[in-house]
């Protein structure tokens, strides 16, 4: 019978390697633990992240390949670059994040459940308060919330969590803008989890665990952090992005 590990809540043993992570579900490592700051942060620091529902255990995943962006290398198609060019909606870091969080836990169009559940919320906005996750921020010219993207900024990756969209495209315009800010900071990749036809479209490619792995051993110490996103973040605006 294949078995995973059990964490318990409340202690900090080490996670399982994550080559032993089963390959169906694909990447289901562990089970169990709890949400604490310092336990996600070692967690994304091994190629690791929690993903289940509201009903479930929490579940620890490592899929193998993994899913990335090449922060200069998205791919923008000619119909969006026009859109970009005449859109005047504005792009800010930091502004809301707990507001972005909630509205990416909202239910969707194909699915009435969600992932992101009040314990995830909530240490997601602890996180934040400790400097290490951080919201991109899209607005309309009526300064209304259309679009955003959430994550984890650890040494030179951006684990992305999740993203959304209250007018077309407003999901697109967050991605892109945080692909140009994580460029101009450095960081060549941004962490996209698992494999969906949306993400190909955009540019996404997948790459092997061990070379996911072996990326962040070598680019993401675990105390790092980068200041303000807030005050820091680059200004540009949608057209900026085409």
Not at 91 to 102: K, L, P, S
Not at 137 to 142: F, G, K, M, N, Q
Not at 164 to 191: I, R, Y
Request: net charge negative.
């Amino acid at each position: 019978m294949i078995r995973i590990a059990i964490l318990r809540a409340g202690e900090l043993e080490p996670f399982p390697p994550v080559e032993s992570a089963l390959p169906e579900p694909n990447g289901l490592l562990a089970a169990g633990g709890d949400l604490s700051s310092e336990r996600l942060m070692r967690a994304y620091r091994h190629g690791i992240f929690p993903w289940f529902s509201d009903d479930a255990p929490i579940l620890w995943w490592s899929p193998d390949p993994r899913m990335v962006f090449a922060t200069d290398r998205i791919h923008i198609s000619t119909r969006l670059r026009r859109w970009l060019r005449r859109c005047r909606w504005t792009i800010h870091a930091d502004r809301a994040f707990a507001e972005v969080v909630r509205a990416c836990a909202a239910p969707r169009d194909y699915s009435a459940g969600t992932w992101i559940t009040p314990g995830m919320f909530e240490a997601y906005c602890d996180l934040h308060a400790l400097g290490h996750a951080h919201s991109i921020e899209v607005y309309d010219d009526a300064d209304r919330l259309v679009g955003g993207i959430y994550g984890v900024a650890m040494g030179r990756m951006f684990f992305g969590e999740s993203m959304f969209s209250a007018a077309t495209n407003g999901s697109k315009v967050a991605l892109l803008a945080l692909c140009k800010g994580l460029h101009a900071w450095g960081f060549p990749l941004l962490d996209a989890q698992v494999a969906s036809e949306h993400l190909y479209t955009m540019g996404a490619f997948e790459i092997p665990r061990a070379e996911f792995v072996a990326y962040l051993e070598a680019n993401c110490p675990l105390s790092s952090t980068i200041g303000s996103w807030r005050q820091g973040w680059p200004s540009f605006s949608p057209v900026n992005l085409a």
